[in-house]
């Protein structure tokens, strides 16, 4: 293989010529400015689908352990949808079958719509997991805040779901840090992330070695910093001798 | 520790020859084997029947010129391996040896000419606008605020920048995932125009459920030589790849080929790309060159 060229990263995106300082001005942008946007957009979407995802998620598992048999209907339906349909399908079917059967969808940016696709999928697979969560409690705990008075939302509030959500940071961190890499199919709608960078720059410059490296650094970066924030939360939240606990 | 140095100079020494520029003839005559790379879909250039049967325009050329090959070097029987590329993998696969001879859709570009060479020039691209035939587009400055979608991993993506940066027309661009899925968002009205490789633009309206719909307007926005990549640093096997193209250059029947695969139907279905050779490819047949995209900008 010929030598590295790190130097593609300061050349501008128009003429190729390498900028001094790395960055562009005046308007023009180098790969490195394009890189460090695509990050942004890998971050945007990752985090705001991973929002969704958890609050979507968490009702969606806590419906599945309810006495309503309607609820544990809409929640099983939910998660089968969602995570049965591979999720590259699901983004294509967001941006082209929806809008041509709904049409104020069509004004919707596909950013947006890769978030719904990316965090509705990922729902599916909290949902299980809170669901798991609370399954593995003893069946007593329920029925003693029942026999002592405290409604069923109470019931939840302050005697399930505290130790059931500390029992399953553990499966949460893994998707948070899968949301960021899945996060890689937004490239198929249109929206400029990481992996779509790579392919263009990869093209325009042809150092694809020196791109795929810089855009796998970035990604490994940011599920890392995931994987930090998730533990750091681990830890402070755990009691000791609660179930989730050391 | 000295025994060790030793060996750590006889590897160095391996691979440094290893590394020197391989002798592609005579590799063939070796082996007896050459190893053609090929696309899966890169429109009537290149692309694949399924069963592992590659077919096109430049795979028949390639067939040719590797028949004339065989001949030169007096091999009785020669195997043609065909091993499909991607537009990610077809430079190092050239490099490394993998693939002897790539005959796909690559542009032949001062950049590339670095790392690799490339034979005469058999096709020259233009990359066109395609819009939907009622749209009442006919120029480019028409598609200012306009959604324009393009594929994503293509040098127009780039054309289309340079463009905008160049007139200061501000065109809202839209990026594919491939070809299908770019003229998909044309067909579905989420772009309102299409600008692409003039032979695949062709291609997906051919292909499209009713053709009369759309058509290619304005001005070719660039203009760029695709031609049969080799291993650079190998002037025995680029003259002989040269030879075998000028020749069907020159008693014509490079553009019975043209005519074959561009003009009449093709297969699996038959269809017609129904594309003539264009003025800038005839003028590459007639004088043959092996010119980066950049030679031709500056006309």
Not at chain 2, 49 to 68: P, T
Not at chain 2, 267 to 281: C, E, H, I, R, W
Request: glycine share 8%; net charge positive; charged share 20%.
């Amino acid at each position: 293989m010929s030598t590295w060229d790190w130097q593609v990263f300061c050349k501008d995106t128009i003429e190729g010529e390498i900028q001094p300082g790395c960055f562009g001005k005046g308007g023009d942008i180098t790969y490195l400015d394009w890189l460090l946007s695509a990050w942004g957009w890998t971050l945007s979407v990752s985090l705001l689908a991973l929002l969704l995802a958890l609050v979507l998620g968490a009702l969606i598992g806590i419906f599945r352990t309810t006495p309503s048999k309607t609820l544990v209907a809409i929640g099983n339906v939910w998660t089968e949808l969602f995570r049965n349909i591979p999720l590259l399908v699901q983004v294509v079917l967001w941006y082209h079958v929806l809008p041509a059967l709904i049409p104020p969808l069509k004004s919707l940016p596909s950013f947006v719509l890769v978030v719904f696709a990316l965090g509705f999928f990922t729902s599916a697979r909290i949902a299980e997991q809170v669901r798991a969560g609370i399954q593995s409690l003893p069946k007593g705990q329920r029925y003693a805040g029942l026999a002592m008075g405290l409604t069923l939302p109470q019931t939840y509030r302050y005697v399930l779901l505290p130790v059931a959500f500390r029992v399953v940071i553990p499966p949460l961190t893994s998707e948070s840090m899968g949301i960021i890499k899945n996060s890689a199919v937004a490239f198929a709608v249109s929206v400029s992330e990481l992996t779509m960078f790579a392919m263009q720059a990869q093209e325009e410059t042809s150092r694809g070695i020196e791109v795929y490296l810089a855009v796998t650094a970035l990604y490994f970066v940011s599920a890392i910093v995931v994987n930090r924030i998730a533990i750091f939360i681990e830890h402070k939240v755990q009691v000791p001798g609660m179930a989730g606990g050391h | 520790m000295k025994k060790t140095l030793l060996a750590l100079a006889a590897v160095l020494a391996t691979a440094s020859v290893m590394a020197q520029p391989t002798d592609t003839l005579k590799k063939i005559k070796d082996s007896g084997s050459v190893t053609m790379g090929v696309r899966e879909s890169s429109g009537a250039l290149s692309y694949t029947l399924g069963d592992g049967k590659y077919v096109g325009y430049h795979v028949e050329i390639c067939q040719k010129v590797l028949a004339d090959v065989q001949k030169q070097l007096g091999l009785a029987k020669l195997d043609v391996k065909y091993q499909p590329v991607t537009s990610q993998n077809r430079i190092p696969l050239v490099q490394n040896g993998t693939v002897d001879i790539e005959c796909g859709s690559t542009t032949n570009n001062a950049a590339r000419q670095k790392d690799v060479a490339f034979a005469v020039t058999t096709f020259v691209e233009e990359v066109r606008i395609a819009v939907k035939a009622n749209s009442g587009i006919t120029n480019i400055n028409q598609l200012n605020g306009k959604n324009v979608a393009t594929t994503t991993g293509t040098t127009s993506v780039q054309t289309l920048r340079k463009h905008e940066r160049a007139t200061g027309v501000d065109f809202k661009e839209v990026f594919g995932k491939d070809h299908a899925d770019s003229f998909l968002l044309l067909e579905s009205g989420r772009a309102d125009a299409f600008v692409m490789d003039g032979a695949i633009l062709a291609g997906n309206i051919a292909k499209a459920k009713n053709p009369a719909d759309f058509k290619l307007v304005g001005e070719v926005l660039s203009v760029e030589p695709i031609a049969i990549m080799i291993r650079k640093d190998d002037p025995a096997f680029k003259t002989a790849v040269d030879d075998s193209i000028k020749a069907m250059m020159k008693s014509g029947d490079i553009a019975k080929l043209w005519s074959k695969w561009f003009e009449q139907p093709i297969p699996p279905s038959n269809t017609k790309v129904g594309m003539p050779a264009n003025d800038n490819t005839k003028a590459a047949w007639a004088t043959p060159n092996d010119k980066p995209m950049e030679d031709y900008a500056k006309k």
